[in-house]
């Protein structure tokens, strides 16, 4: 695309100048990029545009910067603008041909239940024949490709770049996962959901948010600032509530609540659950894989907001049974080993209530709490484990630049009794929880805080580490 169809008053020489991309990353700048000069906190993007000059045809930037950039750069000419991000946004759009109305878009947000609700709403589209695309924090499913994910949420410009990928190959309905801090960036700008999800809303995030008002007021944006089409709402979480009464064209699910969209008669099962979904004088009997009382709710999710957008309620009753859900999400990766990402209080409490639910005598618990995250979490955590678990192994779980030590020990200040034990190395932890776990009938362990995650970052190191993988190689032996 030449530059005049993105800027239509530039001189004649530069109109004609050909751009084969837009980057406003430096890591990531190719030949023939336009460059956005973004200013960013805790980085100096100006230190690094002498490095990129001869991969860009151009440089983007508000005209503040316009002294201080004819000192940096020589060789390209630069665009001045009044809003960096006003340009940014309408340049992308174009480049990348986004038009919303290509799209159906469905969001689903929350601190837990995001991933296993988009992945069960994408199976039950692909079941009724509709062809749809995956955006999520285990990866991204563009028809045919799966991409691991690197962000919950994709930034702007990589989402628009996604966007193209999935009109190219005629996908209609793009599901994705919304994070408090996409909302927050406004990196959906521009998207308009046909229907938006809740699942609930507990303590995560709290270094980005610093209070759990800022955290619930962010959410809550994706309901009220450009309003879907209509809402979802989980009446069993408290803060759902206060959304449900906020928001026009409402509907709500849920279990102990009068809800919309209702489970009675729920079964918890080792293998399974089972209930009927009720909505207004209809039921239908449902049978899931996933377990526990919060899955249900996940389910309830699913099917209703699919239902609302107007597919048979009976189709989707029947399609949950072949989901056998999502990867480190409470997966049994061995008789009576489970793997789960839950790295949230609520989320741990959650996972420990069901094995319990489910009919385990002893649970013992291995998990940890990031580094350079929520350090009020730590204590909560352990608290939580100390209830809900029979016996816990505190660990290290991605303590970055702290020392996994003073971690360890902040989680065990939460701790009621002495019924866990401090094992740094993760790998001996796990070990050491499975012969445990060996020596007493009923019993089972969950390897809590990673799920599908492939490695452990220490210092700014990412080092290869997956509890399922760990699991496999202490039992082979």
Same mark, same amino acid.
């Given at each position: ?78 665009? $001045? ?27 689903? =947000? ?26 999520? =924090?285990?990866?991204?499913? /563009? ?9 919950? =949420?994709?930034?702007?410009?990589? /989402?628009?770049?996604? $966007? ?47 209070? +759990? ?71 239908? /009997? ?149 012969? /445990?776990?060996?020596? +007493? ?37």
């Amino acid at each position: 695309m030449r530059l005049k169809h993105l800027f239509p008053n530039l001189n004649k020489e530069l109109k004609e100048k050909k751009i084969r991309g837009i980057s406003e990353d430096s890591r990531i700048t190719g030949y023939g990029d336009l460059f956005f000069v973004k200013e960013r906190k805790n980085f100096d993007i100006f230190s690094v545009l002498n490095k990129i000059e001869d991969k860009v045809v151009a440089f983007v930037s508000e005209e503040k910067n316009k002294e201080k950039l004819k000192k940096i750069i020589s060789k390209k000419p630069i665009i $001045f603008v009044k809003n960096i991000e006003e340009d940014f946004c309408r340049v992308v759009d174009r480049f990348y041909r986004f038009n919303k109305d290509d799209f159906k878009f469905i969001g689903v =947000t929350g601190t837990n239940g995001k991933t296993t609700v988009t992945s069960l709403i994408y199976h039950l589209l692909k079941k009724i024949k509709k062809e749809c695309a995956l955006l999520g =924090t285990v990866k991204y499913i /563009l028809g045919d490709e799966a991409v691991k994910a690197n962000y919950t =949420t994709p930034d702007y410009l990589i /989402l628009r770049k996604i $966007f193209k990928r999935i009109k190219d190959k005629g996908i209609k309905y793009v599901v994705m996962e919304v994070s408090s801090y996409a909302i927050d960036q406004q990196r959906i700008k521009g998207i308009d959901f046909l229907g938006c999800v809740f699942t609930n809303l507990s303590r995560d995030h709290l270094d980005y948010h610093k209070t +759990m008002k800022n955290y619930f007021e962010t959410k809550k944006k994706l309901f009220t600032l450009n309003p879907p089409a209509f809402s979802l709402i989980n009446i069993d979480d408290r803060y759902g509530c206060k959304i449900f009464k906020e928001v026009k064209n409402v509907f709500s699910y849920g279990i102990k609540n009068n809800a919309h969209f209702k489970a009675k008669k729920i079964k918890c099962l080792k293998e399974k659950s089972q209930f009927l979904f009720i909505y207004k004088n209809d039921s239908y /009997l449902v049978d899931t894989p996933l377990l526990g009382k919060y899955n249900i709710l996940n389910v309830l999710a699913s099917v209703s907001i699919l239902f609302l957008l107007g597919f048979p309620l009976k189709k989707l009753t029947e399609g949950v049974a072949s989901f056998k859900g999502v990867e480190g999400r409470l997966e049994k990766v061995y008789p009576d080993i489970f793997i789960d990402y839950a790295h949230t209080p609520d989320a741990l409490r959650n996972v420990l209530l069901t094995l319990r639910e489910i009919g385990y005598q002893k649970i013992i618990c291995v998990f940890g709490c990031g580094g350079e995250r929520d350090q009020g979490k730590r204590k909560i955590m352990g608290k939580v484990a100390s209830i809900y678990a029979d016996f816990s192994f505190v660990t290290s779980d991605n303590p970055r630049n702290e020392d996994p030590l003073k971690i360890c020990k902040e989680v065990e200040k939460g701790f009621l009794k002495k019924n866990y034990s401090r094992i740094i190395d993760r790998k001996k932890a796990i070990k050491e929880a499975i012969k /445990l776990k060996n020596k +007493m009938e009923s019993c089972c362990v969950i390897i809590a805080g990673k799920g599908h995650e492939e490695y452990q970052i220490i210092a700014n190191k990412r080092i290869p580490f997956n509890d399922k993988k760990i699991v496999k190689e202490i039992t082979r032996k």
